[in-house]
């Protein structure tokens, strides 16, 4: 490793990366971000959740940096609670997405995020699923929709879920059937897929955001763990996996860090800022 390069922007994924497996930013990780960003550095989050899902690891790294939110698809800012930007699926695109899912996955549910204004739009249902969608994580949250009206309406992401199957084996069915529609990733593979705008990606929203400051790839570290994260690790001039990643991951990264139960990132930027 060049120990002379310094990032100017720090940008991670969150779950199985910044945050431990308690979901909770450690005291360590929390002091490490601190000093960059005391230093100078710019530090962003990139992750799969939608905007209403960052505002604990807000609270746990005690500031509120910009999130790039839906895989890349929303720009968030938590201090104001605030969308900066949105790309969209538009209705007719989703409804060649749900035939597509629910041809080549029999039994998969359907769910949409969706956005407002602001993080905690109460005009705005937000994460809007069919009936009997079963969801990946415990979340009672989402609102049951007919199908005509889950696909009514522009959407930062499509979820395809089918509880009992790998998302891995899921990916690389759909990848044969969808083209142009969309660009299919995901973050657990407990049976559900992600499809955001084509040509979206974390790597995209992190350049949303350097440009204006005047920074390239070659300024940037990430850090991530699955395939959603594979964009940005290959993208930045220096990609870090952890430990606990995936092996896709992993190969598309500089180097292995541990894992993010054993306060990986902090422990690389610690490198440069401690």
């Not at 956005?115 to 739009?121: E, Q, R």
């Not at 593979?189 to 440009?211: D, Q, R």
Request: net charge negative; hydrophobic share 45%; charged share 20%.
């Amino acid at each position: 490793m060049n120990r002379e390069w310094v990032p100017g922007l720090i940008a991670t994924d969150v779950d199985g990366t910044l945050l431990d497996d308690d979901e909770k930013v450690t005291p360590r990780t929390r002091a490490a971000v601190q000093a960059a960003v005391e230093a100078g550095a710019t530090f962003i989050l990139a992750t799969g959740r939608p905007p209403r899902w960052v505002a604990p690891v807000v609270d746990g790294l005690g500031i509120a940096p910009l999130a790039v939110c839906a895989n890349g698809a929303v720009i968030y800012d938590p201090a104001t609670d605030r969308i900066v930007s949105a790309r969209t699926l538009s209705p007719e695109v989703l409804a060649e997405l749900a035939e597509i899912a629910t041809r080549v996955i029999p039994g998969a549910g359907l769910a949409v995020e969706r956005v407002g204004s602001s993080a905690h739009d109460a005009v705005t249902p937000q994460f809007v699923s069919s009936p009997g969608y079963e969801h990946a994580w415990l979340n009672p949250d989402n609102t049951e929709v007919s199908v005509d009206d889950l696909l009514g309406a522009p959407a930062v992401k499509l979820l395809i879920r089918k509880a009992g199957a790998r998302s891995a084996d899921m990916a690389v069915e759909l990848l044969k059937h969808v083209g142009l529609q969309g660009d299919i990733t995901y973050s657990t593979n407990n049976g559900l897929i992600e499809v955001v705008p084509l040509g979206v990606s974390k790597a995209t929203g992190i350049e949303e955001l350097t440009a204006p400051l005047g920074l390239t790839a070659a300024d940037v570290v990430t850090f991530g763990d699955m395939p959603n994260d594979v964009p940005m690790l290959s993208w930045a001039g220096r990609g870090v996996a952890m430990g606990n990643a995936h092996p896709e991951a992993v190969a598309a990264a500089d180097e292995t860090t541990v894992t993010n139960a054993e306060d990986g990132v902090a422990r690389v930027l610690e490198r440069w800022w401690s």
